[in-house]
């Protein structure tokens, strides 16, 4: 899982409530990524970080914010769970490859349930 | 709008045979295409990628196919094995770009 770890990996939450995930990296890499994963959806950007306090939306960023103060974390925060954001949330990094400057490699995943 | 339409959903293909997954883009400003492999309850992998500047790219038993005229790519995997059973997504974006791979939709692969 190219050295990222989630925490924690499955989660059950009530609507309504604050929940923050975290992501993990051991190996200074400059770009972060929170991506979402449904049924026939594929995988969705949420957002993404270039770097220590530098953030950007994705496809699907609202009812989402993300904060990196550190190289190594990249949380990201529902501020009030709904059930629509039920989801499976994978973390992801970016390193040089021979086909791109920014291969992505993905951590082992948080299953979230909003009950 | 999906940027990447990814097809069969799901597919089915006996030990030993030929699996075949398409993917049709619409961005042609797109330039790196690669291809994850997830098994249940782990992160996509990356299997395989190729660039629009060849046709064709092979590595083990499986191989992407390209065809930039057409914005298709499709990845073939020869002597499917039992092992290879997971679901394989396609995925498309502009090398150099931060901001994102746009995937599509998954393909359920059992052998």
């Known amino acids: 899982d190219a050295g990222i770890t989630q925490s924690p990996r499955h989660k059950v939450t009530e609507t309504g409530t604050p929940v923050t995930l975290r992501c993990h990296q051991t190996e200074n890499h400059r770009y972060m990524y929170w991506y979402r994963q449904d049924p026939g959806h594929g995988l969705r950007l949420i957002h993404y970080s270039y770097g220590v306090k530098d953030t950007d939306k994705g496809e699907v960023s609202d009812g989402y914010s993300v904060s990196r103060s550190k190289t190594e974390d990249f949380l990201l925060t529902l501020e009030s769970a709904t059930s629509s954001q039920t989801s499976v949330y994978f973390c992801?990094?970016?390193?040089?490859?021979?086909?791109?400057?920014?291969?992505?490699?993905f951590g082992p995943g948080t299953r979230l349930t909003v009950t | 709008q999906q940027q990447v339409k990814q097809s069969p959903q799901s597919l089915i293909v006996q030990k030993g045979g030929i699996s075949i997954i398409n993917c049709a883009y619409e961005?042609?400003?797109?330039?790196?295409f690669p291809w994850y492999q997830q098994f249940p309850g782990k992160g996509p992998a990356l299997l395989i990628a190729i660039r629009p500047d060849v046709s064709e790219k092979k590595e083990g038993r499986f191989t992407i196919s390209f065809n930039k005229s057409a914005k298709q790519f499709s990845l073939h995997i020869m002597d499917s094995q039992p092992g290879d059973s997971a679901t394989y997504f396609c995925?498309?974006?502009?090398?150099?770009?931060?901001?994102?791979?746009?995937f599509g939709s998954g393909t359920q692969l059992t052998v």
């Open positions: 992801a990094i970016s390193v040089k490859g021979a086909l791109s400057p920014l291969e992505q490699y």
């Open positions: 995925a498309a974006s502009i090398s150099g770009s931060a901001r994102q791979l746009t």
């Open positions: 961005n042609t400003a797109f330039d790196y």
